[in-house]
């Protein structure tokens, strides 16, 4: 068997096992690696910049990110189960389309006077779980009083552009912050995010009251 190269030795000359941690730490090159291998998602996310300020203090990257998606899971499990349905016939479709963009401008301002691990979890959680449940079920409901050619043309934009947009707006922000600013200045990601909110929230009532006159046409 050929010797092992010194790059595959360790540097008290032993050689390595299978339960030992790679080099640079036990998830590879601390920070780094955190934020390359959790990009932001399709609006400015706090959650991986505000991980690696806790790296120092034991957190697992790996560990936690994998814990944070089956919440997300549960919760999104949770509000489509127990809540979707309830909002949209009690109140409507529009307050449906509402409960999203209040839970992260809650959270964003949250996270903008306490910018903590717990709040950018919360955000992070609420994001992804309404997302997937309410918020998907209630958009999809606004294609119901329209024609199939308008509908078509309106899920071309809205499923395929503003997504891909969205998405490389929030990690073009994100890397900026984080490269010229450092993570410790994440919480001021909160102010390009309650922005986009409350106009988001204003083309949700918008969409609301004309799905409202559709409807009842």
Same mark, same amino acid.
């Given at each position: 068997m050929a010797p092992l190269s010194s790059t595959q030795q360790k540097e008290d000359g032993s050689i390595p096992t299978i339960g030992d941690p790679p080099p640079g730490g036990e998830f590879? *090159? %601390?920070e780094k690696d955190c934020a390359a291998n959790h990009p932001a998602d399709d609006s400015p996310d706090r959650l @991986? =910049? %505000?991980v690696e300020r806790h790296l120092d203090d034991g957190l697992e990257p790996d560990r936690y990110f994998g814990f944070i998606a089956q919440v997300q899971s549960v919760v999104? $499990?949770?509000v489509q189960l127990f809540l979707t349905g309830y909002v949209m016939q009690r109140f409507g479709v529009g307050s449906a +389309? +509402?409960?999203l963009p209040v839970a992260i401008l809650l959270g964003s301002v949250g996270f903008l006077l306490l910018p903590t691990l717990s709040i950018a979890t919360l955000m992070s959680v609420s994001d992804n779980g309404m997302s997937? *449940?309410?918020? =998907?079920s209630a958009r999809e409901a606004l294609y119901v009083p329209i024609s199939q050619e308008e509908k078509y043309q309106a899920k071309a934009v809205i499923d395929i552009l503003v @997504?891909?947009?969205a998405k490389t707006v929030a990690t073009g922000l994100n890397l900026f912050l984080v490269v010229y600013f450092g993570t410790e200045q994440v919480r001021w990601l *909160? +102010? $390009?995010s309650i922005s986009i909110l409350v106009l988001w929230i204003v083309v949700v009532r918008f969409a609301g009251r004309r799905f409202e006159q559709l409807a009842a046409a």
């Open positions: 590879g *090159s %601390t @991986p =910049q %505000t999104a $499990i949770v +389309l +509402l409960a997937y *449940s309410i918020n =998907q @997504p891909r947009f *909160s +102010l $390009i």
